[in-house]
T-cell receptor, first 111, second 112 residues
Framework: QKEVEQNSGPLSVPEGAIASLNCTYSDRVSQSFFWYRQYSGKSPELIMSIYSNGDKEDGRFTAQLNKASQYVSLLIRDSQPSDSATYLCAVNKRSFQKLVFGTGTRLLVSP | DGGITQSPKYLFRKEGQNVTLSCEQNLNHDAMYWYRQDPGQGLRLIYYSQIVNDFQKGDIAEGYSVSREKKESFPLTVTSAQKNPTAFYLC???????????FGNGTRLTVT
């Protein structure tokens, strides 16, 4: 079992729709969770951080964390073609940052 | 502007040669990291350093070496012992604790 699992996609959504990206993790002691966006050929950029159960909203993005079920998700409202990228889920197991990354989900938003 | 600078952006080397990738940050971050990314794969941790003059192996350290003589700098050497060195290399840093990582723009290494 991989430590952090994501569906590789591609996930295709029309412009204006809600994109839902999911991530599961195996280690129950995981403490902090991150979503990064990576455009083709570029480095990852931080989209959201979430540390406690529940929802966290930032503009069009909402991160959801459920530690009991060991999953974290990212919702993108009003999806735009510019949101087309690979989204990486990252999980930190300890207080010192040693992130484990999923392989990413490729999102395609069609005009 | 504060940030992480990786150089060069593209690097080409012949098989059997060692090559050093540069990573400099002016964010005053204590911790620095090197990740490797292969096509269609996630990021894999090579080495990390929490403080100056100290570093630890990550999950795929074989064939790589690092140094941390200054807080701002964390160069990575890809040695001839690394069997598949062609990849996208990413340097990152953080203040530590639960803070997120911030990445440089990456170096794409091609070895032929």
């Amino acid at each position: 079992q991989k430590e952090v699992e994501q569906n590789s996609g591609p996930l295709s959504v029309p412009e204006g729709a809600i994109a839902s990206l999911n991530c599961t993790y195996s280690d129950r002691v995981s403490q902090s969770f991150f979503w990064y966006r990576q455009y083709s050929g570029k480095s990852p950029e931080l989209i959201m951080s979430i540390y406690s159960n529940g929802d966290k909203e930032d503009g069009r993005f909402t991160a959801q964390l459920n530690k009991a079920s060991q999953y974290v998700s990212l919702l993108i409202r009003d999806s735009q073609p510019s949101d087309s990228a690979t989204y990486l889920c990252a999980v930190n197991k300890r207080s010192f940052q040693k992130l484990v990354f999923g392989t990413g989900t490729r999102l395609l938003v069609s005009p | 502007d504060g940030g992480i600078t990786q150089s060069p952006k593209y690097l080409f080397r012949k098989e059997g040669q060692n090559v050093t990738l540069s990573c400099e940050q002016n964010l005053n971050h204590d911790a620095m990291y090197w990740y490797r990314q292969d096509p269609g794969q996630g990021l894999r941790l090579i080495y990390y350093s929490q403080i100056v003059n100290d570093f630890q192996k990550g999950d795929i350290a074989e064939g790589y070496s690092v140094s941390r003589e200054k807080k701002e700098s964390f160069p990575l050497t890809v040695t001839s012992a690394q069997k598949n060195p062609t990849a996208f290399y990413l340097c990152a840093s953080t203040t530590g604790g639960s803070s997120p990582l911030h990445f440089g723009n990456g170096t794409r290494l091609t070895v032929t």
